[in-house]
């Protein structure tokens, strides 16, 4: 398979700006659509709201531009963040902290991408403080999105902290209830509210309520809500989200959500290392499953690619081969559960 994640990439992913000035209102009604063309029109024709359409569709596209690749190896880090801003020394991190809140944020999640040491404490130690002085800039939840696709999961931790910040969503069963609300009730509002949902649930809140939560809308008739909850269960992180996104990844009737999932179980997402390795002998099974048509099987030798780094081509016999030697000269995979900075 060559095809990439840019290829399907009328499937929504999480929108920056006028998600938040719009949010405690009403979210924008089908905020990502499927064609490029439709957004032009969109864009055109359209009020403040459609401007705003056509300004998420272009976060989206970006982010599939820098989200992992089914048919490729690992993801280089994103070029949206500048290279020249990589290079900070102490002296730039002492600077930083006389920055407006804002500022700080952006810096130092820009910072924590390319070098975690000198910026991740400052991030935790500054969270409390940065509350209500956060907005989800275009720049902020670029950033964030950049350092999801990180290989370090305490810059990803940071990034999920930051964004709950910046949405005024406290680790609280109140943010738990607002989520739940929103998702229940609000159609137009549910897509961004099922992704962060399972962020609260990353951080401990009620994970049991927000997997029973995503369990129930990754089964949605609407493709849209379903690619959402895949979403909110690659953020969720724990053991139990793994095989209801090896469920989807095989069976979802969309191509684009079996598609994501097969990301999330790979890359994306809060999942550790040992979690992705655990998947790898139920990937092999379905090599042996007759209802995988031939996408989706090319998508699970992407997802081996990631997962284990070995490049052992479209061979199912030559995967099983590599990982019962694997096996046999490695002791059990431990499997953690959250993860916690």
């Known amino acids: ?40 029109v969109l864009a055109a024709a359209s009020t403040a709201a459609g401007y705003q359409v056509a300004r998420l569709e272009i976060a989206g596209a970006n982010w599939f531009h820098t989200a992992p690749s089914l048919a490729s190896g690992p993801v280089q880090a994103p070029a949206s963040v500048p290279a020249s801003n990589a290079r900070a020394n102490s002296t730039d ?35 409390d403080s940065w509350r209500g002085h956060l907005e989800e800039t275009d720049q902020l ?18 990034a999920v902290e930051i964004d709950l910040v910046a949405n005024d969503l406290r680790k609280s069963p109140q ?49 849209q809500i379903r690619f959402w909850a895949v979403e909110g269960l690659a953020m969720l992180g724990n053991d139990a989200a793994v095989d209801p996104l090896l469920d989807r990844f095989a069976y979802d009737p969309s191509a684009k959500v079996r598609k994501r999932a097969g990301c999330n179980l790979a890359k994306a997402g809060m999942l550790t290392k040992e979690q992705r390795l655990a998947a790898v002998p139920n990937l092999l099974n379905l090599f042996d499953d007759d209802a995988i048509d031939s996408s989706t099987r090319g998508w699970v030798y992407g ?27 490695k002791h059990p995979i431990n499997r953690s559960g959250i993860l916690y900075a």
């Not at 997802?303 to 199912?316: F, H, P, S, V, W």
Request: charged content about 20%; proline content about 7%.
């Open 1 to 40: 398979m060559n095809d990439s994640l840019e290829d399907i990439s009328g499937a929504p992913l999480p929108a920056p700006r006028g998600e938040r000035a719009a949010h405690r209102e009403s979210e924008i009604p089908n905020r990502l659509p499927r064609y490029v063309s439709l957004l032009i």
């Open 93 to 127: 991190v002492a600077a930083i902290s006389h920055l407006a809140p804002q500022q700080q944020a952006e810096r130092l999640l820009e910072l924590a991408i390319h070098r975690p040491e000198q910026s991740l404490g400052l991030i935790h130690m500054n969270l």
């Open 141 to 158: 939840f670029h950033l964030v999105l950049a350092a999801l696709n990180s290989d370090d999961p305490r810059v990803r931790v940071a």
């Open 175 to 223: 943010s738990l209830a607002k989520l739940l609300n929103q998702i229940h009730n609000d159609p137009d509002g549910r897509y961004l509210a099922l992704w962060r949902l399972g962020a609260l649930g990353n951080r401990g809140v009620e994970p049991a309520t927000v997997l029973a939560t995503l369990l129930r809308y990754s089964r949605d008739p609407n493709q």
């Open 303 to 329: 997802a081996l690619r990631l997962i284990t780094g070995a490049e052992l081509g479209n061979d199912a016999n030559a995967w099983r081969k590599w990982w019962a030697n694997r096996a046999a000269h």
